[in-house]
C-alpha cells in the first residue's frame, strides 16, 4: 500500500512537472502564409497561387556587414521583412560581423531565444539574469561553438581576437525586436527626464548629459 502510495505520488508529481516543463510554439493552420510586400498594405497572406520558390530566399549573407561604426559590429536580419516567406513561422536569422575588440551592445530580444554559432573569429558572450540575482554568464567561443540565449534577456558579444569576428544566429521568432540598452534609456524620443536618469543610474546630471548626446 505505502509503495503504491508513493508511486500514485511520483507519478502525479513527474505528471505535474511535465505540465510545467513542457510548452510549445503555437502550431500553424496554413503550409505558409507568405506576406504581400508592407507596400501593397496589410499583412495577408498572399494567394498560395501566386507563390514560388523566390518568396522562400534571400540572397547575401556571403557579404560582410559594415563594421565601421562606434560600436564595430554590424547584424544582417533575415526576419520577415526580408524574407516573407518566414512570416508565421516563428523561425529567422541573422549574420553578425564584429571587428576586432568591437562589440554587439548589450541588448535583448523581446519576442525570440537566440541560438549562435562563430563561423570566424573568437567571441566573448554573455547574458544577465533577471532581478533580483543579475546573475551574469559569460562564455569564449572559438570557431563551431554554440551559445544559446534565452528569450529576453540581456546579451552581448565582443570580439577578442586579432581577426574579424563572423557568427550566425537563429531566432525563434519572424520578428525578434531589439531592445539596444543604451539607444533605449539615453536615446529615447523624446528624452527620458534627467531626474529620473539621475536617480535610476546614480549618476551625476553632466554625466548624463554627456550620455545622452552619444545616443
Ligand atoms: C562603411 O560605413 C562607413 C561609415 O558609415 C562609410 O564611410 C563607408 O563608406 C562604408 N564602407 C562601405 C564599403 O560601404
Not at 540598452?181 to 539621475?198: H, K, M, Q, R, W
Request: proline share 7%.
Amino acid at each position: 500500500m505505502a509503495i503504491n502510495l508513493s508511486l500514485l505520488l511520483s507519478v502525479l508529481l513527474l505528471s505535474l512537472s511535465l505540465s510545467v516543463v513542457f510548452a510549445a510554439d503555437p502550431s500553424t493552420l496554413l503550409d505558409f502564409c507568405v506576406t504581400a510586400p508592407i507596400s501593397q498594405g496589410s499583412p495577408v497572406c498572399k494567394d498560395p497561387k501566386h507563390v514560388d520558390a523566390n518568396d522562400f530566399f534571400f540572397s547575401g549573407l556571403h557579404t560582410a556587414g559594415n563594421t565601421t561604426n562606434p560600436a564595430g559590429s554590424k547584424v544582417t536580419p533575415v526576419f520577415a521583412s526580408q524574407l516573407p516567406g518566414l512570416n508565421t513561422l516563428g523561425i529567422s536569422l541573422a549574420r553578425i560581423d564584429i571587428a576586432p575588440w568591437g562589440v554587439n551592445p548589450p541588448h535583448s530580444h523581446p519576442r525570440a531565444t537566440e541560438i549562435l554559432t562563430v563561423l570566424e573569429g573568437t567571441l566573448e558572450v554573455g547574458f544577465i539574469t533577471s532581478n533580483p540575482e543579475n546573475r551574469h554568464f559569460t562564455k569564449v567561443l572559438q570557431k563551431g561553438d554554440v551559445f544559446v540565449f534565452p528569450i529576453g534577456l540581456i546579451h552581448y558579444q565582443r570580439n577578442i581576437g586579432y581577426g574579424n569576428v563572423v557568427a550566425i544566429a537563429a531566432l525563434s521568432s519572424q520578428n525578434p525586436g531589439a531592445i539596444t540598452i543604451g539607444n533605449a534609456v539615453f536615446g529615447a524620443t523624446p528624452e527620458i527626464s534627467n531626474e529620473v536618469l539621475v536617480k535610476a543610474f546614480q549618476m551625476d546630471r553632466t554625466v548624463i548629459n554627456y550620455l545622452q548626446s552619444k545616443f
